[in-house]
Structure formats: structure tokens, C-alpha cells
């Protein structure tokens, strides 16, 4: 019975690395203990002897893993990204792989070139099979997964890692993680939280959440490194739905934009979402999308640039779905989708002066009326045309004007790249109508009626 005592604390002592995950421990310790059923008893002996080797297997894979890492980690930080690795810190690698059991002596005699050490790097850590992705983030998820899936003990031994040898600073402005103490909100009750706050914000089922993936953290910043500052930070992953996001303070309070700036609540997050979906018409968009890769296999053109038949071809097909959305929403704020249902473009008739005489026109202003030199103005190169129809009586060529492939010049003469010049002329007598200097592009009403 004392040899049977010491055995059971002996092993209650090994596995106290599990301390973090209780079910795990006290599964395990209820198999140990005789408390948990079987299908077919095993003797208490050899109950013994198969959990000492399982713990010594995973202590053994738990103590290998974390030293693979953190040799790979001291490699980077003295050499690099593995592209910028010599031939001899390449057989480093070999030599760490090795040590860790990851390739055997047999595999790592066969690596006596470099390409030879490429080609297994590329197929093990690589992305795509490109070498220049390959670095100890690449290595950590090709092993670890996903960091999202990692632990809270997990996370906070790579900022710890990351920290020691000197990687991660205090003057970095990424997140370091940590794990909480006794007094602070446990991770679990940090959870319920999260998840409380979001199925009210967003006005979910009791249990839309049950079935998602939690991804937690316990962090801050590490320029702004101090205990009272550390945060859960918690997302809901559901499969092919996206997810959800949370923050929670270690004393248990759902965190908003007031405590961090950028760091929104269920509720702060729930009204951005819905001025998102009214400032951009995502149906509308959709189909100018499609229309766009259908038509432009070589890429989506800019708009302004389009041939104008495709101007007239696209918004035509639009209108009746924007004009939809726009009754159905009394918030509809799309600047872009309103003008395009509220204004026409077409094509020009036998009476319309030609295109090249419109651009003719237009250059011209960028003497005349905006100022610019005559070497400034032959650097405004790029050209987008618009023929509207909105007053069919009084058709308009607008045109914007401004520099594209002559960048070098134009800075050395002085330009603004930014700039647009904007000139409307009557279609039907060539007169100008308006000039406009373009610089600020925010979306505005104003703004977007420039543009179009």
C-alpha cells in the first residue's frame, strides 16, 4: 500500500503540468484511482506502467517541442528570415532538426547541399512552395497551429520566448500575452461574458454561439505593458461564418472605445457594421463586381477609366436595384450608388462634339485655368471620360485630367500627384462649363459628384 502511495504521488507530481487543463488531470487520476469504468479491467500494475509511459511521452514531445522553438527563434533573431540565411546557418537547422527528432541521422546525411535543405524547408514550412515565406511564425503554425488555437499557456510562453531572447521589446508595439492570477476573471467566466454581450448586441439565439470556436487571450500591448492593462481578448470562430469578437477587462467588464482606442464593444461593433451596410449598397457593389470581371479579364479598371458604353451598359443594369434598396432603407447613405441612380450616362449623337475635341478642350484649361505651365500640363497624362445625359436637351462631357505615367516628371516640376483636374463642357456647343481642382477625395456627397 506505501509502494501503491508513492507510485500515485509520483505520478500526481508528473502531472502537474496539466494543471491548466483539470478535466484532462482528474480523467486521467479517476482511470489511476479505479473511479472510471472500463470495458475490460486492466490490472493496477499495468494501469501504472501505460500511464508513465504516457506521461513520459508527452512530457518528453511537451519539453522537445518548446526548445525546437526557441532554437529557431535564437537562429532568427541572430540570422534573420530564413532567405537571408547562409549556407552554414542552413546546416544549423539541419543540426536542430535533428536534435529534436523532427528528421533522423539517415535524412540528415542526405541534406549535403543546399538546395537539398531548401527543398525540405520549402515542403515543411513553406507557403506555396516559396522559400521567402518561411520564418519562425510559418514554423510555429505548421506545428502548432493556428495561433487562434492555442492556449492561453500556449500564447503566453511565446511572449515570454519572444521576450527572452529579444525579439519581442517593451518598445514593440505588438501584443504580449500572459496568464491570469488568482484574482483576476478566470478565462471561462471571461467567456460567458463575451458571449453574453454579443448575443444581446447582435440579437442571437440563446445558443448561436454554443457550436463556434473560442479563440481567447489574455494581453496588451507591450509599449503599454502594465498588469492592470491585460485584457481577455475573445473571438467566436463559427465555421465558414465568420466570427465574433469580444474584450473583457481582469476585473470583468466588457471593454468599449472609451478604455482602448480601436477596441470596440458587441454593441459599438454592431452600430459600425450597420453604417457600413448603409454607406456601401454590398448588393449593388456585388453585381458592378461581376460586370467588372466579366468585362475586364485583364483586372478590374477604374471606373472613371471605362469605355463609355460600359458606363452606360453597368449603371443602367444597376439603377432599378439601387433605387430598391434606397426605398427599403430610410438610413441608405452609398454617396456613389445614389449618384449613379440619380444621373445618366450614355452616348454621344451626330450632334455632340467628338471626344478628341472634348480632351482637346479640357487640356486647354490647364493652362488657362488652372495655372500650370506648359511643361507642368504635358505631364497631365491620364484621361477618364464621362458623357452624361441626366438633361438630354444639354448633354456633358466631363472630363478628369490628371498625371499617370509621367510620376518622375510631375515631381520634379512640382505637381501634386494627388490632383484632379475636372473640367464639364457642353456637349453640343463646347463650351466650358466648369473647372474644378480636385483635392480632397473623402466620400462626401459633394466629392462623389466630382468624380462621376
Given at each position: 500500500?506505501?509502494?501503491?502511495?508513492?507510485?500515485?504521488?509520483?505520478?500526481?507530481?508528473?502531472?502537474?503540468?496539466?494543471?491548466?487543463?483539470?478535466?484532462?488531470?482528474?480523467?486521467?487520476?479517476?482511470?489511476?484511482?479505479?473511479?472510471?469504468?472500463?470495458?475490460?479491467?486492466?490490472?493496477?500494475?499495468?494501469?501504472?506502467?501505460?500511464?508513465?509511459?504516457?506521461?513520459?511521452?508527452?512530457?518528453?514531445?511537451?519539453?522537445?517541442?518548446?526548445?525546437?522553438?526557441?532554437d529557431v527563434a535564437q537562429l532568427q533573431f541572430d540570422s534573420g528570415y530564413y532567405d537571408d540565411w547562409s549556407w552554414q546557418e542552413k546546416q544549423k537547422m539541419v543540426e536542430i532538426l535533428q536534435k529534436h527528432g523532427l528528421i533522423s541521422k539517415e535524412e540528415a546525411g542526405k541534406m549535403k547541399t543546399e538546395a537539398a535543405v531548401d527543398a525540405y524547408m520549402i515542403e515543411r514550412y513553406g507557403i506555396d512552395g516559396r522559400s521567402d515565406t518561411i520564418?519562425?511564425?510559418?514554423?510555429?503554425?505548421?506545428?502548432?497551429?493556428?495561433?487562434?488555437?492555442?492556449?492561453?499557456?500556449?500564447?503566453?510562453?511565446?511572449?515570454?520566448?519572444?521576450?527572452?531572447?529579444?525579439?519581442?521589446?517593451?518598445?514593440?508595439?505588438?501584443?504580449?500575452?500572459?496568464?491570469?492570477?488568482?484574482?483576476?476573471?478566470?478565462?471561462?467566466?471571461?467567456?460567458?461574458?463575451?458571449?453574453?454581450?454579443?448575443?444581446?448586441?447582435?440579437?442571437?439565439?440563446?445558443?448561436?454561439?454554443?457550436?463556434?470556436?473560442?479563440?481567447?487571450?489574455?494581453?496588451?500591448?507591450?509599449?503599454?505593458?502594465?498588469?492592470?492593462?491585460?485584457?481577455?481578448?475573445?473571438?467566436?470562430?463559427?465555421?465558414?461564418?465568420?466570427?465574433?469578437?469580444?474584450?473583457?477587462?481582469?476585473?470583468?467588464?466588457?471593454?468599449?472605445?472609451?478604455?482602448?482606442?480601436?477596441?470596440?464593444?458587441?454593441?459599438?461593433?454592431?452600430?459600425?457594421?450597420?453604417?457600413?451596410?448603409?454607406?456601401?449598397?454590398?448588393?449593388?457593389?456585388?453585381?458592378?463586381?461581376?460586370?467588372?470581371?466579366?468585362?475586364?479579364?485583364?483586372?478590374?479598371?477604374?471606373?472613371?477609366?471605362?469605355?463609355?458604353?460600359?458606363?452606360?451598359?453597368?449603371?443602367?443594369?444597376?439603377?432599378?436595384?439601387?433605387?430598391?434598396?434606397?426605398a427599403e432603407n430610410p438610413n441608405y447613405a452609398d454617396y456613389t450608388r445614389i449618384f449613379w441612380a440619380t444621373h445618366f450616362y450614355g452616348m454621344p449623337d451626330e450632334k455632340a462634339i467628338p471626344q478628341g475635341k472634348a480632351i482637346e478642350l479640357a487640356k486647354g484649361q490647364l493652362t488657362s485655368s488652372f495655372g500650370l505651365t506648359k511643361e507642368q500640363a504635358a505631364t497631365v497624362d491620364s484621361v477618364g471620360l464621362f458623357y452624361e445625359i441626366t438633361?438630354?436637351?444639354?448633354?456633358?462631357?466631363?472630363?478628369?485630367?490628371?498625371?499617370?505615367?509621367?510620376?518622375?516628371?510631375?515631381?520634379?516640376?512640382?505637381?501634386?500627384?494627388?490632383?484632379?483636374?475636372?473640367?464639364?463642357?457642353?456637349?453640343?456647343?463646347?463650351?466650358?462649363?466648369?473647372?474644378?481642382?480636385?483635392?480632397?477625395?473623402?466620400?462626401?456627397?459633394?466629392?462623389?459628384?466630382?468624380?462621376?
Open positions: 500500500m506505501k509502494n501503491e502511495q508513492l507510485i500515485r504521488a509520483e505520478i500526481e507530481k508528473e502531472l502537474s503540468f496539466l494543471d491548466g487543463r483539470p478535466s484532462l488531470h482528474h480523467s486521467i487520476m479517476q482511470e489511476i484511482r479505479g473511479e472510471k469504468a472500463v470495458k475490460k479491467k486492466l490490472s493496477v500494475s499495468l494501469v501504472f506502467a501505460l500511464v508513465i509511459m504516457a506521461i513520459s511521452a508527452v512530457a518528453l514531445a511537451y519539453t522537445l517541442s518548446r526548445q525546437y522553438f526557441e520564418g519562425l511564425w510559418s514554423i510555429l503554425e505548421r506545428e502548432l497551429g493556428e495561433i487562434r488555437t492555442w492556449t492561453l499557456e500556449q500564447k503566453a510562453w511565446y511572449t515570454d520566448m519572444q521576450i527572452e531572447i529579444g525579439i519581442l521589446t517593451r518598445d514593440n508595439d505588438d501584443f504580449i500575452c500572459a496568464l491570469p492570477e488568482k484574482d483576476d476573471l478566470q478565462p471561462d467566466a471571461a467567456v460567458e461574458m463575451a458571449k453574453t454581450a454579443i448575443i444581446e448586441a447582435y440579437g442571437l439565439a440563446p445558443d448561436a454561439l454554443d457550436h463556434h470556436q473560442v479563440d481567447i487571450a489574455f494581453e496588451t500591448h507591450a509599449s503599454d505593458w502594465e498588469r492592470e492593462k491585460l485584457h481577455y481578448n475573445i473571438n467566436f470562430w463559427g465555421d465558414g461564418i465568420g466570427y465574433y469578437s469580444c474584450s473583457v477587462t481582469r476585473d470583468g467588464r466588457i471593454m468599449d472605445s472609451t478604455m482602448e482606442e480601436g477596441c470596440l464593444s458587441p454593441t459599438e461593433q454592431v452600430q459600425m457594421e450597420r453604417q457600413f451596410a448603409n454607406e456601401n449598397d454590398l448588393e449593388a457593389i456585388g453585381l458592378f463586381q461581376q460586370y467588372a470581371n466579366e468585362h475586364f479579364p485583364e483586372g478590374v479598371l477604374n471606373f472613371e477609366f471605362w469605355p463609355l458604353e460600359d458606363k452606360k451598359a453597368v449603371t443602367d443594369m444597376l439603377r432599378p436595384v439601387i433605387l430598391e434598396n434606397m438633361d438630354p436637351e444639354h448633354p456633358l462631357w466631363k472630363i478628369m485630367l490628371r498625371v499617370g505615367e509621367q510620376r518622375d516628371a510631375a515631381t520634379a516640376l512640382g505637381m501634386k500627384l494627388f490632383y484632379r483636374y475636372r473640367v464639364v463642357i457642353d456637349a453640343y456647343t463646347g463650351s466650358v462649363i466648369e473647372t474644378h481642382l480636385i483635392t480632397d477625395l473623402t466620400n462626401t456627397p459633394e466629392n462623389v459628384a466630382l468624380q462621376n
